[in-house]
């Protein structure tokens, strides 16, 4: 028996924004069903809070260390009512949100690609090509994919799917372009001329967008320095000069500060998540249909009647290609797929684990034996994926900086009259990185007689970019209509050069803020090696009761958990990728290790040694 009727609830939450929130975010979730979700996560929070904060007021016990219990019942209410209840309430505005700022910086090449398909194909045809093309385009194939499922499965006509994407998409832009289009489509006007002049007026529109991406990443930046790194730095300060008065140990306060970092962090990781675009590095794959074979259907019948010795054949014949590929192209296969360097990860963290079950690990590192081997095992599992995935980068980085180039030489070569075919085997020549392999490929496909579409495509495939295969894509499409294909090189060289200027301009802004990062991890571990070799060692010597050695431990432990997320953070900032942080992570886990485990006893077994020397000396005197 529900509590609720659906009619009550449409009631209650009319001239709210959740439906067109849910819709927007393309969340499995009516209304109504949103609406109990929260209400069952909320009485299930509440619970939660009714019962740990009467263990807290029965036992007086307080789950904080050095805060009374009154303060651990408010924190708890925070978290565990309001928060939770904001949290789910404000979920699919966040991730619609983030769809937004995708499609709006993925929507100039969509038109530029509409542009292209607009002069041999329909424009319900045109929508259908992008939605199939999900891979090229992302969040915009989706929402065109809403156009599609109206008109093929609930029988609406093209005005009437379009108007409901327009009421629902969470992106403005797409939503005055969608406009525009059937204006303009129902006044009968020129559809081709109409994307050419919306593409260049998108561009401006995600140049835009990714300042406002910037900004963001810009306020995340102060927020988790000011917060994850400036408070511990405060923190212990504070706790080390009331450790001197004896008033509170650093140990007591170091599993809240390593709860907050852990938490803290990864929230900010999250909602980075939600709301910026990633750098695309993905390679992706298709079956490829040769296009002189695609319209032949072979019947149901006639198929079960294949020899199926010589399937099996056919199949042995692929896994053999396949294995003679990764022997060949050992570097490509390994950045390709990042599960490889995750099993070789989780290979050398099994290794680290047996050296410290076994001893070896104690013999080598005799203090912080524990904090030595998380910072190996988390360094071991990272390193190898860490590498794949700088690879990746590297292998996009020149393919990119490469391709607008290998499009003006086609543009050069039909100016003089070259045929494509001849102006690839030409071009292949040059020396154009990576992309100049591909084009020998590409040559000696079209030399053995393949078609130069499915050579083309192909091509595109074997490198599996993202934006590569938009501007291939351009490419084919317009040379399987005509051999008159210099405005679409022009077209796809200034989409190619506007996606590499917004990608370095993500790149210079956010670099500073990867900076910033680092350069506040470097303040904690002055601030650590401040406080236990020119501050807290000095009083060694006298009367006070202080634990050196196990202040320096938790303030190691401290350094670990920042470096750990400082790094994956500034992945985060950079790509939106925390793949890309684990770089930063080793590079930060590697200083902690050599700061507090040689760095700072060296340094306190000088000082130390000097203070004694002195007294001596002034004794004898």
Same mark, same amino acid.
């Given at each position: 028996?529900?509590?609720?009727?659906?009619?009550?609830?449409?009631?209650?939450?009319?001239?709210?924004?959740?439906?067109?929130?849910?819709?927007?975010?393309?969340?499995?979730?009516?209304?109504?069903?949103?609406?109990?979700?929260?209400?069952?996560?909320?009485?299930?929070?509440?619970?939660?809070?009714?019962?740990?904060?009467?263990?807290?007021?029965?036992?007086?016990?307080?789950? !904080?260390?050095?805060?009374?219990?009154?303060?651990?019942?408010?924190?708890?209410?925070?978290?565990?009512?309001?928060?939770?209840?904001?949290?789910?309430?404000?979920?699919?505005?966040?991730?619609?949100?983030?769809?937004?700022?995708? !499609?709006?910086?993925?929507?100039?090449?969509?038109?530029?690609?509409?542009?292209?398909?607009?002069?041999?194909? =329909?424009?319900?045809?045109?929508?259908?090509?992008?939605?199939?093309?999900?891979?090229?385009?992302?969040?915009?194939?989706?929402?065109?994919?809403?156009?599609?499922?109206?008109?093929?499965?609930?029988?609406?006509?093209?005005?009437?799917?379009?108007?409901?994407?327009?009421?629902?998409?969470?992106?403005?832009?797409?939503?005055?372009?969608?406009?525009?289009?059937?204006?303009?489509?129902?006044?009968?006007?020129?559809?081709?001329?109409?994307?050419?002049?919306?593409?260049?007026?998108?561009?401006?529109?995600? *140049?835009?967008?990714?300042?406002?991406?910037?900004?963001?990443?810009?306020?995340?930046?102060?927020?988790?320095?000011?917060?994850?790194?400036?408070?511990?730095?405060?923190?212990?300060?504070?706790?080390?000069?009331?450790?001197?008065?004896?008033?509170?140990?650093?140990?007591?306060?170091?599993?809240?500060?390593?709860?907050?970092?852990?938490?803290?962090?990864?929230?900010?990781?999250?909602?980075?998540?939600?709301?910026?675009?990633?750098?695309?590095?993905?390679?992706?794959?298709?079956?490829?249909?040769?296009?002189?074979?695609?319209?032949?259907?072979?019947?149901?019948?006639?198929?079960?009647?294949?020899?199926?010795?010589?399937?099996?054949?056919?199949?042995?014949?692929?896994?053999?290609?396949?294995?003679?590929?990764? !022997?060949?192209?050992?570097?490509?296969?390994?950045?390709?797929?990042?599960?490889?360097?995750?099993?070789?990860?989780?290979?050398?963290?099994?290794?680290?684990?047996?050296?410290?079950?076994?001893?070896?690990?104690?013999?080598?590192?005799?203090?912080? =034996?524990? $904090?030595?081997?998380?910072?190996?095992?988390?360094?071991?599992?990272?390193?190898?994926?860490?590498?794949?995935?700088?690879?990746?980068?590297?292998?996009?980085?020149?393919?990119?900086?490469?391709?607008?180039?290998?499009?003006?030489?086609?543009?050069?070569?039909?100016?003089?009259?070259?045929?494509?075919?001849?102006?690839?085997?030409?071009?292949?020549?040059?020396?154009?990185?990576?992309?100049?392999?591909?084009?020998?490929?590409?040559? $000696?496909?079209?030399?053995?007689?393949?078609?130069?579409?499915?050579?083309?495509?192909?091509?595109?495939?074997?490198?599996?970019?993202?934006?590569?295969?938009?501007?291939?894509?351009?490419?084919?499409?317009?040379?399987?209509?005509?051999?008159?294909?210099?405005?679409?090189?022009?077209?796809?060289?200034?989409?190619?050069?506007?996606?590499?200027?917004?990608?370095?301009?993500?790149?210079?802004?956010?670099?500073?803020?990867?900076?910033?990062?680092?350069?506040?991890?470097?303040?904690?571990?002055?601030?650590?090696?401040?406080?236990?070799?020119?501050?807290?060692?000095?009083?060694?010597?006298?009367?006070?009761?202080?634990?050196?050695?196990?202040?320096?431990?938790?303030?190691?432990?401290?350094?670990?958990?920042?470096?750990?997320?400082?790094?994956?953070?500034?992945?985060?900032?950079?790509?939106?990728?925390?793949?890309?942080?684990?770089?930063?992570?080793?590079?930060?886990?590697?200083? *902690?290790?050599?700061?507090?485990?040689?760095? !700072?006893?060296?340094?306190?077994?000088?000082?130390?040694?000097?203070?004694?020397?002195?007294?001596?000396?002034?004794?004898?005197?």
């Amino acid at each position: 028996m529900n509590l609720f009727k659906p009619e009550q609830i449409d009631q209650w939450l009319e001239g709210t924004t959740i439906r067109k929130s849910l819709r927007a975010a393309h969340m499995p979730y009516s209304q109504y069903t949103f609406f109990m979700l929260l209400v069952k996560s909320s009485i299930a929070s509440t619970g939660a809070f009714i019962i740990l904060a009467g263990y807290v007021f029965v036992t007086g016990r307080s789950f !904080i260390p050095n805060f009374e219990p009154w303060v651990t019942i408010l924190l708890l209410f925070i978290f565990l009512i309001p928060g939770v209840i904001l949290g789910i309430f404000t979920y699919p505005s966040s991730i619609a949100a983030g769809r937004k700022t995708s !499609i709006d910086l993925e929507l100039p090449y969509t038109i530029t690609y509409m542009q292209a398909l607009s002069t041999t194909m =329909t424009l319900y045809n045109v929508i259908r090509k992008v939605y199939e093309a999900d891979d090229l385009f992302g969040e915009v194939s989706r929402e065109f994919g809403l156009i599609v499922r109206d008109v093929e499965v609930f029988g609406d006509d093209l005005y009437s799917a379009i108007r409901n994407l327009q009421k629902v998409t969470p992106s403005h832009n797409l939503e005055d372009f969608l406009n525009d289009l059937l204006l303009l489509s129902g006044s009968g006007g020129d559809v081709t001329n109409f994307l050419s002049s919306r593409s260049a007026y998108f561009r401006e529109a995600a *140049a835009r967008e990714l300042d406002q991406v910037l900004k963001t990443i810009e306020v995340m930046a102060e927020v988790y320095v000011t917060a994850f790194v400036a408070g511990p730095i405060t923190m212990i300060i504070i706790i080390v000069a009331q450790n001197l008065g004896g008033k509170s140990e650093l140990s007591g306060y170091i599993p809240l500060i390593i709860l907050g970092l852990i938490g803290g962090s990864l929230g900010m990781i999250y909602i980075l998540h939600l709301m910026l675009p990633a750098i695309k590095m993905d390679i992706s794959k298709k079956p490829i249909d040769d296009s002189e074979f695609i319209d032949i259907g072979i019947a149901k019948d006639e198929f079960s009647r294949v020899d199926q010795k010589f399937l099996k054949q056919v199949e042995a014949k692929r896994k053999r290609y396949k294995l003679e590929n990764l !022997i060949k192209n050992p570097f490509r296969t390994y950045i390709s797929d990042f599960n490889i360097g995750c099993v070789i990860g989780i290979v050398a963290a099994v290794i680290v684990t047996l050296l410290y079950m076994n001893g070896n690990l104690a013999g080598w590192f005799p203090v912080n =034996t524990l $904090e030595i081997f998380i910072c190996l095992v988390v360094i071991a599992s990272m390193a190898p994926v860490a590498f794949a995935y700088e690879g990746r980068n590297w292998f996009v980085n020149n393919v990119e900086k490469h391709t607008p180039e290998f499009l003006r030489q086609l543009v050069d070569m039909k100016d003089i009259g070259v045929t494509l075919q001849t102006a690839i085997g030409l071009i292949s020549n040059s020396k154009l990185g990576v992309l100049s392999k591909e084009l020998v490929m590409t040559t $000696e496909e079209i030399q053995r007689g393949e078609s130069t579409v499915n050579a083309l495509v192909r091509m595109e495939e074997r490198i599996g970019l993202v934006s590569v295969k938009r501007a291939m894509s351009l490419l084919v499409k317009a040379s399987e209509v005509t051999d008159s294909i210099k405005d679409v090189l022009i077209i796809a060289i200034n989409d190619f050069e506007h996606y590499l200027k917004l990608k370095r301009d993500r790149f210079n802004i956010s670099i500073t803020y990867v900076m910033i990062i680092y350069l506040a991890v470097g303040i904690y571990f002055y601030t650590a090696y401040s406080l236990n070799v020119s501050f807290v060692a000095s009083f060694t010597n006298f009367n006070i009761s202080f634990d050196t050695a196990g202040n320096l431990t938790d303030m190691f432990r401290i350094g670990i958990v920042l470096a750990l997320f400082s790094g994956l953070m500034a992945g985060q900032l950079s790509a939106n990728s925390i793949l890309s942080g684990f770089k930063h992570a080793i590079l930060l886990l590697i200083g *902690a290790v050599v700061l507090f485990e040689y760095i !700072i006893p060296y340094q306190i077994e000088l000082s130390t040694e000097a203070a004694k020397a002195a007294l001596e000396a002034a004794g004898s005197g």
